[in-house]
């Protein structure tokens, strides 16, 4: 997708990017989707680079994120809840299994009602960085407040958040623009206001309730 072939460095890499990225870009009137599939193809192309450089380094660069999400992955299936891994296969398909698995990305996590406040914690508890390739997040019907909300601020790639029915308040309105990549959010009812609502960017899908249910 970057027009890339081996032997390349990260500087190669950086500025294929950099002239894919301005033709793609959606302010260029690109197609979204495109451009986060090009995002990704930057990101597996400097990992390759990374790990071609020296194995050692990069496995022990992803041991702690993987690790990391691991304990995510077991505690929301501990309770009842449901994750979503990206697998690496570009990596397995080079290297091995053993290899790729460090590489794996968790992209969703739905835990919903009370239970949901546990595994909130632990994700408060982590680098944004070992977090970063979360997409989707529902934590619907916990206990989350506007202060819990900031925390979450970090995980720049959210593209769906669903927090209805939670005590998240006057902050919901300002969390729209901290996602760039946002196009579903569900918030309390009476969370966001007409003017809010208003002025919403329209990538943005916006569902007000008290309850979650499957339409997110």
Do not use: C
Not at 136 to 143: K, P
């Amino acid at each position: 997708m970057l027009g890339l072939m081996p032997p390349v460095t990260e500087e190669d890499v950086k500025q294929a990017y950099f002239v894919k990225a301005k033709a793609m870009h959606p302010d260029r009137g690109g197609d979204p989707e495109q451009f986060i599939l090009l995002q990704r193809a930057f990101e597996e192309a400097n990992e390759y680079v990374r790990f071609k450089a020296g194995k050692l380094e990069w496995l022990a660069s992803k041991i702690e994120a993987y690790a990391q999400q691991q304990e995510v992955v077991s505690e929301t299936i501990e309770r009842g809840g449901e994750v979503e891994m990206e697998e690496a296969d570009w990596l397995r398909k080079s290297f091995g299994e053993d290899f790729g698995h460090v590489a794996d990305r968790l992209v969703a996590l739905r835990l919903r009602g009370p239970a949901a406040d546990d595994v909130f914690a632990i994700l408060l508890g982590f680098r944004a960085e070992s977090l970063k390739d979360l997409a989707r997040l529902d934590l619907s019907g916990g206990a989350i407040t506007d202060e819990g909300l900031l925390q979450l601020k970090p995980l720049k790639n959210l593209r769906s958040l669903d927090l209805r029915g939670t005590a998240v308040g006057k902050l919901a309105a300002e969390a729209i623009q901290w996602f760039e990549h946002l196009e579903f959010l569900g918030l309390p009812a009476g969370s966001v206001g007409l003017f809010a609502r208003m002025t919403m960017p329209r990538r943005v899908r916006l569902v007000l309730g008290d309850r979650a249910d499957d339409a997110g």
